[in-house]
């Protein structure tokens, strides 16, 4: 059984992943796109439309990467090009998204989707415990581990790298110093669409195979808390993720196994354990602020006009 | 914030729509407050078939407009009352939530009808309404029984409302008319709609040894689940067999079409009045999906439970039953009253869950 859960957690687990760790690179440039919602949305959509009428799941996967970052780009030339407000933007982006996902999609509600199959590692899934929790899961979550990887180096081992969140922290330095911010600051828009495209087909192909309107249910509200509640660090998003998809399925559990043992416990209460457990983590990791202050991206959320 | 623009566009195109309907002067307007989408596959889906049905039976004499997406809260008041200005002769307001907004526009309009689904709160030119599906959930507990090999069936339940608690008790009598020793076990999701965490739940369950499965959410996915994991489900609201169809045994469906017609007419003959109405399976305001993947001998004793239920020979909440701390509450052959049932706080005995206070 406990396997069993192990399965259900990472399923949970990964679209929070896959949106926060786009999120993430996007605030390392410095722009605040509360659009995750929406972008994900859009991405659930892409893809189960796309899965739907091509009968493979791959082409949904690619559709929902698509779909989330060319929706992205909307919010890249409102905010990068014309200058518009970065919060008021992201907020527009969530619900012409939820909107237009929901057009998109009306003639596919209520069909049953193709659910994306697991790969199996051979030898490695026969690994005892963990070999198979590991090993023999779906194409998405594999990237999602590969993108916590490739991000970290990405962000503290590469030159371009250090640009971008040298962009993040003073984009007038990094301007003078001839990097180009705006293009950097497109490309890091929309990698965080496609991101959180990506955990929208997750949505759509894995963890419900079907199409809802709003079926992200405010999952990308929740990303974009767990880009906080890590710092800023890949890493840390990996263990976020799963902390609060663990306590999430875990309280589903624990009201069982209250009733099986005869004891009270308010179901609201078990609910509220995942937001009681960010809080509290955020406090412990969040006590010192200087490291905070260096992770956190000095100019966030700054509109950034170049100089002529 | 995101629902209430969306609702204030989508009122705003509702504006625009009556501008034009304005022209078509003897036609009533008979309009609609929907919490979701019409399309969610579910609870509103089923209000707007009625809705619909309504159109296709008195569309020469009506016009139907609907606002949806309508969160519960101040901006559900401001959607009624700008529905009840716009000159909607009555208004069906479809969700629990909109009981007090619409009690405060009933009244600052006196001269327009209003009908609250599920509510308890009326006045002059409000009516409530509301189906039993409680009978259907009697039914399923039955077949529960009969087809769980465990004798342990799973219950994802949204919120502890007097609608869902009735709902489980219901279920465990049916179960245990049957196997009285028929366990029931309650997974409360806390939302109506989240088909991520209601597939969780229904996972959590199945991982926990229940062989059945019953929902009182809005979508397919704990269908979805109980059909990937080979065991049996109920669907709710909706028919959903198309999320499983080796899955389902049967589903409580909800069809309003008859009453939203019944009501209409009512109005226009001028002798709608407002009334406190609770429909059942033998007013055709909720069916029974048809009985599929069980033996013929199962199917045949729900068919009969329903014809029972249906003539009034059978009331789920007949005595003796024992709330369950294994106090008495109904005495042998004594029926529950509408009104405890409406306001029903207390589980009945068997059910393993401790009701949220």
């Known amino acids: 059984m406990f396997e069993a859960i192990l399965l259900t957690v990472i399923t949970a687990s990964?679209?929070?992943?896959?949106?926060?760790?786009?999120?993430?690179?996007?605030?390392?440039?410095?722009?605040?796109?509360?659009?995750?919602?929406?972008?994900?949305?859009?991405?659930?959509?892409?893809?189960?439309v796309a899965a739907q009428l091509t009968g493979?799941?791959?082409?949904?996967?690619?559709?929902?990467?698509?779909?989330?970052?060319?929706f992205s780009l909307l919010f890249g030339f409102l905010t990068l090009t014309l200058v518009a407000n970065q919060v008021a933007t992201g907020l527009a982006l969530t619900i012409l998204g939820l909107g237009l996902s929901g057009q998109i999609g009306e003639a596919f509600v209520g069909q049953p989707g193709i659910?994306?199959?697991?790969?199996?590692?051979?030898?490695?899934?026969?690994?005892?415990?963990?070999?198979?929790?590991?090993?023999?899961?779906?194409?998405?979550?594999?990237?999602?581990?590969?993108?916590?990887?490739?991000?970290?180096w990405f962000l503290f081992k590469s030159r371009t790298g250090l640009k971008l969140r040298a962009i993040g922290d003073s984009h007038s330095s990094a301007h003078a110093l001839g990097i180009n911010v705006i293009r950097t600051r497109y490309l890091a828009v929309m990698f965080g669409g496609a991101c959180a495209g990506l955990a929208g087909a997750q949505l759509s192909l894995v963890y419900t195979p079907q199409w809802v309107e709003n079926m992200s249910a405010g999952r990308g509200w929740i990303a974009l808390a767990l880009v906080v509640f890590a710092s800023w660090r890949p890493w840390r998003i990996l263990a976020g993720g799963y902390l609060f998809g663990a306590v999430g399925?875990?309280?589903?559990?624990?009201?069982?196994?209250?009733?099986?043992?005869?004891?009270?416990?308010?179901?609201?209460?078990?609910?509220?354990?995942?937001?009681?457990?960010?809080?509290?983590?955020?406090?412990?990791?969040?006590?010192?602020?200087?490291t905070t202050l260096i992770n956190t991206p000095a100019s966030l959320g700054k509109p950034f006009v170049p100089d002529r | 914030?995101?629902?209430?623009?969306?609702?204030?566009?989508?009122?705003?195109?509702?504006?625009?729509?009556?501008?034009?309907?304005?022209?078509?002067?003897?036609?009533?307007?008979?309009?609609?407050?929907?919490?979701g989408s019409k399309t969610d596959g579910g609870w509103t889906q089923a209000h707007d078939l009625g809705r619909q049905q309504l159109d296709k039976a008195l569309g020469t004499k009506v016009e139907t407009p609907f606002l949806e997406n309508v969160p519960e809260g101040p901006d559900a008041e401001r959607a009624i009352e700008r529905m009840a200005r716009s000159g909607c002769a009555l208004v069906f307001t479809t969700s629990f939530g909109f009981m007090d907004a619409t009690v405060k526009v009933a009244a600052k309009f006196p001269d327009v009808k209003f009908e609250h689904a599920t509510g308890f709160k009326a006045a002059p030119n409000l009516a409530t309404y509301n189906s039993r599906f409680y009978e259907g959930r009697y039914i399923q507990g039955q077949i529960a029984a009969k087809m769980s090999k465990k004798g342990v069936a799973g219950y994802i339940a949204s919120f502890p409302i007097p609608e869902v608690v009735m709902g489980i008790n219901a279920f465990e009598l049916g179960a245990k008319s049957i196997n009285p020793n028929f366990k029931l076990k309650v997974v409360w999701a806390n939302t109506w709609f989240d088909p991520g965490k209601e597939a969780d739940a229904a996972k959590a369950l199945i991982d926990q040894g229940v062989d059945i499965l019953t929902q009182h959410t809005?979508?397919?996915?704990?269908?979805?689940?109980?059909?990937?994991?080979?065991?049996?489900?109920?669907?709710?609201?909706?028919?959903?067999?198309?999320?499983?169809?080796?899955?389902?045994?049967?589903?409580?469906?909800?069809?309003?079409?008859?009453?939203?017609?019944?009501?209409?007419?009512?109005?226009?003959?001028?002798?709608?009045?407002?009334?406190?109405?609770?429909?059942?399976?033998?007013?055709?305001?909720?069916?029974?999906?048809?009985?599929?993947?069980?033996?013929?001998?199962?199917?045949?004793?729900?068919?009969?439970?329903?014809?029972?239920?249906?003539?009034?020979?059978l009331h789920p909440f007949t005595g003796p039953i024992n709330k369950q701390d294994g106090s008495a509450w109904l005495k042998a052959g004594e029926k529950a009253q509408d009104g405890v049932l409406l306001g029903m706080n207390f589980y009945i005995e068997g059910v393993d869950d401790k009701l949220p206070q």
Request: with cysteine; proline share 4%; aromatic share 8%.
């Open chain 1, 56 to 70: 493979s799941p791959y082409a949904g996967i690619l559709a929902g990467i698509l779909g989330g970052g060319i």
């Open chain 1, 14 to 48: 990964t679209p929070l992943v896959l949106a926060a760790l786009g999120e993430l690179v996007t605030e390392r440039s410095g722009v605040l796109n509360l659009g995750v919602e929406g972008m994900m949305i859009m991405g659930a959509v892409c893809a189960f």
């Open chain 1, 249 to 290: 399925i875990g309280q589903l559990h624990a009201q069982i196994l209250a009733q099986n043992l005869g004891i009270v416990i308010p179901s609201q209460f078990l609910s509220a354990l995942p937001y009681a457990a960010t809080i509290v983590v955020l406090i412990i990791i969040s006590h010192n602020r200087r």
């Open chain 2, 218 to 313: 809005d979508t397919t996915a704990p269908m979805q689940v109980a059909s990937e994991r080979g065991i049996l489900a109920f669907g709710q609201a909706s028919d959903m067999i198309a999320a499983g169809p080796k899955t389902q045994l049967t589903a409580i469906v909800d069809t309003w079409g008859a009453y939203y017609i019944k009501r209409t007419q009512a109005l226009l003959d001028g002798t709608w009045k407002s009334e406190q109405i609770w429909d059942g399976l033998k007013d055709g305001i909720l069916t029974m999906a048809p009985y599929t993947n069980m033996p013929d001998d199962v199917k045949a004793m729900a068919e009969e439970t329903e014809a029972k239920i249906k003539s009034g020979e």
């Open chain 2, 1 to 35: 914030m995101k629902k209430l623009i969306i609702a204030l566009a989508a009122s705003a195109a509702l504006m625009g729509g009556f501008s034009t309907g304005a022209q078509a002067q003897e036609k009533k307007k008979v309009c609609f407050i929907y919490v």
């Open chain 1, 115 to 152: 659910k994306l199959q697991p790969i199996v590692f051979p030898l490695l899934s026969d690994i005892p415990f963990f070999g198979r929790v590991l090993f023999s899961q779906d194409l998405i979550f594999y990237l999602s581990v590969a993108l916590v990887i490739g991000i970290h």
